[in-house]
């Protein structure tokens, strides 16, 4: 139950993410929207990988060696959620360092008043 709230929430994030960033002229709100759809698609990662009932994947003395395969959680999808999660940051801090330089140098952040690569 909860997984499935999960990966509706994620999928309501990714769509309120996807429609801010083709709704909004600012690019600050552009890269919040962003941001956004990236939030939900960790979510959504995560509920995929989320099985009720099962534990953490540590082998010890609580989860014997013979029926860990069916007791244990798969890392995998969490250690791609925490790579996502590592990009996503380095992504997102690269884009405001765009947005702080553009709007130095060009004094606006409304994409419609840029017409330097326009055709």
């Known amino acids: ?13 990714i769509l309120i993410g996807l429609y801010g960033a ?3 002229r600012n690019i600050l709100r552009m890269i919040v929207a962003f941001t956004l759809a990236n939030t939900g ?20 003395s609580s989860v014997p ?8 959680i798969d890392p995998i999808p969490q250690a791609l959620v925490l790579t996502a ?7 997102t801090a ?3 360092a765009y947005a702080y330089k553009l709007h130095e140098s060009k004094g606006t952040l409304d994409i419609t008043k840029f017409q330097d690569l326009k055709w």
């Open 41 to 60: 698609v960790n979510l959504v990662l995560i509920s995929v990988g989320y099985i009720s009932g099962r534990t953490a994947p540590i082998l010890d």
């Open 85 to 91: 999660i590592v990009i996503g940051v380095g992504v």
């Open 1 to 13: 139950m909860i997984a499935h709230i999960a990966m509706a929430a994620g999928f309501s994030l």
């Open 65 to 72: 060696l013979a029926d860990a395969s069916a007791r244990i």
């Open 22 to 24: 083709l709704t909004n």
């Open 94 to 96: 690269l884009m405001l």
